[in-house]
Each structure stands twice: as C-alpha cells, then as structure tokens.
C-alpha cells in the first residue's frame, strides 16, 4: 500500500477560449459543426453613439414644437391694468401688494408676457 498515494490527483483537460476567442466566426463555426447549442443575439446600436442622432420623428417633432406656443395675456390688457394703475397714483409694487401677487407678476401682465393660470 506504500505504493498509492490517495492526495495527489491529476486533471487532464484542456483550457477553453477566451471570451474574445469564443466570439470569433471560427469558434461559432467550430462548435455548430460539434453540434453545440450556441446562443446568438444582435445587439442594436453596439459599440455606436446613437443616442444623439436625429431621426425624421424628432425632425417633425421640432418643428410642431416651433408651432405650438402657450397663449399669452393681449397687450391691450396690460395697457388697461398699466392705465388703471397710474390713474390711481399706484406703483406696480403697491398693485401686487394689495392684490397679495408678486410684483413680477404685474410687470409680466403689464409688458404682455404673463402667461395666465386658469385654474384660480
């Protein structure tokens, strides 16, 4: 029994390939014709920097963008409140004041760049 020795084990294998090995149009070819089962999967926009190109959807999404604008308040009306304003000796601050706004507020309404909420 000197003769056997129980702690040492010999593996015979050989090493696989590499992931890049694995990849190559060789190998795929190699392991169909062994009858492997491979799994392939195209990946769409690999390795490329797609996510800034402009297609035809953002084209035309631009220009109904360009076209669409939210209405603003009539410069005749920021005439009248201006007029109103004055004929009472009142500045815009003393406006936004009494009616508890932002001083911008009345600037905007005023210069006809207020967008108005009608939800109030």
């Known amino acids: 029994m000197a003769e056997s020795d129980w702690d040492t084990v010999t593996v015979l294998r050989k090493k696989g ?14 392991a169909q014709r062994r009858g492997e089962e491979l799994e392939t999967s195209k990946k769409w926009s690999a390795g490329q920097n ?14 109904e963008t360009e076209e669409l604008h939210h209405d603003r308040v ?3 009306v920021g005439k009248v409140i201006q007029q109103g304003r004055q004929g009472k000796g009142m500045t815009q601050k003393d406006l936004a004041t009494k009616i ?12 006809g760049k207020a ?6």
């Open 50 to 63: 797609k996510q800034h190109t402009i297609t035809k959807n953002t084209a035309k999404l631009d220009r």
């Open 115 to 120: 967008i108005p909420n009608n939800q109030a």
């Open 74 to 76: 009539p410069l005749e």
């Open 100 to 111: 508890n706004e932002k001083p911008q507020v009345i600037a905007d309404y005023e210069s």
């Open 17 to 30: 390939p590499t992931a890049a090995q694995a990849k190559s149009k060789q190998a795929i070819t190699a």
